[in-house]
């Protein structure tokens, strides 16, 4: 089954560069572009790709815009950045937009592929170059922050489940590895991210990392 992509950005020459990157790859299908946000929000919205691969910065309404909007609307659509930005401000940003992939433009041609595969999968795909910045902030965060501060026992199946999640395995497989159906991982995620406060990728990770699930160096 290949992976249906929209592509959303404003300059035509890189837009046609990734479209063709994407058309020598097997997997992956291109099934819109759009020029600006709007027009990425109305396609999303009509197309339903299974991952719009979006710029940062576009005319009308910026991508970090269209993403907040698209995720409200279509929350099973991967959201990938693919952008000249390589600062905090933008990365964090993009996180709190729900995004699952942030890739900079100068990467190798193969990154971008390999975020849109993650991206489909479930996972989520953060360039080495701005993955520090997750590091960082997480690492330095005090003791009392209130996602740690909250820690209310959990069954065992849900520390599992928690185990999994850390190391980037999509529900399926968790299903597969535990002897489960994905809607019993569905529901023993659910669970567990309500009892430890977490709403989003960003604070599951930052949990995973201050308790050791996730080796901040790899």
Known sequence: ??????????????????????EETEDIRV???????????????QLHPHVVLMDI???????????RHIKSQCPDIAIVFLTMHENEEYFFEALRCGAEGYVPKS????????????????KVY????????????????????????????????????LTLVANGLTTQEIAD?????????????TSLMQKLGLHNRLELLRHCIRHGLIDPEN
Do not use: C
Not at 31 to 45: C, M, N, P, V, Y
Not at 57 to 67: F, I, K, N, V, Y
Not at 134 to 159: K, V
Not at 178 to 189: A, E, N
């Open 177 to 189: 590895m535990l002897f489960l159906s994905p809607h019993t991982v569905h529901r023993h995620r």
């Open 1 to 22: 089954m290949s992976t249906d992509v929209l592509l959303a950005e404003d300059h035509t020459v890189v837009r046609e560069g990734v479209r063709h990157l994407l």
């Open 31 to 45: 099934i819109g572009e759009a020029q600006d946000g709007l027009a990425a929000i109305r396609q999303a919205e």
């Open 57 to 67: 910065s576009m005319p009308g309404l910026s991508g970090l815009e269209a993403a």
């Open 107 to 122: 990467a190798p041609a193969a990154e971008v592929v390999e975020a849109i595969r993650f991206a489909a999968a479930g």
């Open 126 to 161: 953060i360039h080495p170059s701005v993955a520090r910045f997750l590091l960082q902030s997480f690492l330095h965060q005090p003791a009392s922050d209130s996602i740690a501060a909250a820690n209310p026992a959990l069954t065992e199946r849900e520390r599992e489940v």
